[in-house]
């Protein structure tokens, strides 16, 4: 292996291995939180957790695709840029759809919830878009800005996931 490019994918092969596992497990707790409050589900099928739920699984997605890419061996740089910024510009065009910006004014939620649900899943998928950009220019920086965008939408989707849990505890209560 002699390509520096190939060389600098390797070295991240552990981050994205990681990654892309925790995501994995992570989608997997999401269904159980989402079962266990079946009545708070069915209530909001169309708003909350289109808006809500839904984007916390995508993210998810997001990074176990993500992860996945990027530990093919041998993808040249161009396709791996090219498939990211695919996955970068549906995902913006995603949050677009779910509306949970609409449903964050409707219910009038702080700016705390906005910066979670709607600020950074913009920023992350935007970090995305950079790093498929420098991907495809073989820019060593395309591979952190890769690596920055994923570990955000992971750690988006672990605290959204944990309002949400809490959401459906404070509706087993009432």
């Known amino acids: 292996m002699t390509d520096p490019w190939l060389l600098q994918l390797v070295a991240w092969h552990n981050f994205y291995l990681l990654l892309g596992t925790a995501a994995a497990t992570l989608t997997g707790l999401m269904f159980v939180v989402v079962s266990l409050g079946p009545q708070l589900i069915a209530a909001h099928t169309a708003t909350g957790v289109r808006a809500f739920a839904t984007p916390t699984v995508v993210y998810f997605a997001t990074v176990l695709l993500v992860a996945a890419l990027m530990i093919v061996p041998a993808v040249p740089a161009p396709l791996l840029g090219a498939l990211l910024a695919l996955g970068s510009l549906g995902g913006l065009y995603y949050l677009g759809r779910a509306g949970a910006h609409t449903q964050w004014r409707q219910a009038k939620l702080d700016w705390l919830d906005w910066l979670w649900y709607v600020g950074l899943p913009i920023v992350s998928y935007l970090l995305l878009?950079?790093?498929?950009?420098?991907?495809?220019?073989?820019?060593?920086?395309?591979?952190?800005?890769?690596?920055?965008?994923?570990?955000?939408?992971?750690?988006?989707?672990?605290?959204?996931?944990?309002?949400?849990?809490?959401?459906?505890?404070?509706?087993?209560?009432?």
């Open 129 to 174: 878009l950079g790093a498929a950009v420098g991907l495809g220019l073989r820019h060593p920086l395309g591979l952190a800005s890769g690596a920055a965008a994923v570990l955000l939408l992971l750690i988006i989707g672990i605290r959204n996931a944990w309002d949400a849990v809490l959401v459906v505890a404070q509706q087993h209560r009432t």
